[in-house]
């Protein structure tokens, strides 16, 4: 991740430094501008995130402001390695034995909404530079974990369906309850709701028919990340505790890089 932020940074630097070339706007997007009045213009953009791919659809709103929508999708799933020490089932009347699981995989499925206003002070509203802010909203299970046993072991003891929650699997992260499913699993739910304050570098309506534009920001949200099994667990402790945070604030850092299309000409 630190790698990304590195090269996300250095890509939004280098785009700063091509924004503030003298002349690159040209006096001809001022008068441009100041003709540009609320919903007179769309501009669409596609690009990459921190939060993964993006899209969004802008409107000014005023000679210096602009209304911005963006969502932001990341998902990934990866199967889990055969571990080489077994897990111990123990079934409720005391019989134990040592089971392999016959798979698992990690998902992670992000969806996040962004409804921004973009604001410049500079050249009449025709700068290139925004102060962005607005609100975050992003889907609370995001994060999940599942192993699957196979189901003739147990059918051999004559647990199926509802019966082989009298089934808990003991691994190093502590004793869990099998579903009906014949799996173990947990899901992370994270805050739903947000603020962001960042930099816009390019133009989220540009003055020519392409441009690009660039973003870095803090997103804010309120509330606690927290884990929970999917089926009744004892000495829970989370598989993955790499996602959880203990504070109800949680602040981190936003870099973008969008390709933007304007949709109409300007009269």
């Given at each position: ?74 998902c ?30 990690e998902?992670?499925?992000s ?7 973009d ?5 009449h ?10 609100l ?51 899901y992370?739910?994270r ?7 960042g ?32 089926a ?36």
């Amino acid at each position: 991740m630190r790698r990304i932020s590195l090269t996300f940074t250095f890509a939004l630097m280098s785009l700063m430094s091509f924004l503030a070339v003298p002349g690159y706007a040209g006096d001809d997007a001022d008068m441009a501008y100041a003709r540009r009045h609320a919903f007179s213009n769309v501009g669409l953009s596609a690009g990459v995130s921190i939060y993964g791919a993006g899209v969004s659809v802008s409107t000014p709103l005023a000679r210096s402001v602009n209304l911005r929508l963006d969502y932001h999708l990341l998902c990934m799933s990866s199967p889990l390695k055969q571990s080489s020490s077994p897990n111990v089932a123990v079934i409720s009347d005391s019989r134990s034995f040592e089971i392999y699981p016959e798979g698992g995989k990690e998902t992670l499925n992000s969806h996040v909404l962004r409804l921004l206003v973009d604001w410049t002070p500079f050249r009449h509203g025709a700068g290139s530079v925004f102060l962005t802010g607005g609100l975050l909203f992003q889907n609370k299970i995001a994060y999940r974990y599942s192993e699957m046993y196979d189901k003739a072991v147990f059918a051999d003891f004559g647990l199926t369906g509802k019966d082989l929650s009298q089934v808990e699997i003991i691994r190093p992260g502590g004793r869990y309850g099998l579903n009906e499913d014949c799996a173990v699993g947990c899901y992370a739910s994270r805050p739903e709701v947000g603020v962001y304050v960042g930099l816009t570098f390019g133009r989220p309506v540009p003055k020519r028919r392409v441009g690009v534009r660039g973003e870095i920001g803090m997103p804010v949200y309120f509330g606690y990340w927290s884990v929970h099994g999917d089926a009744p667990v004892l000495n829970f402790r989370p598989f993955s505790t790499g996602l959880m945070s203990n504070s109800p604030v949680t602040a981190s850092l936003y870099l973008a890089v969008h390709v933007t299309v304007r949709l109409l000409k300007d009269k």
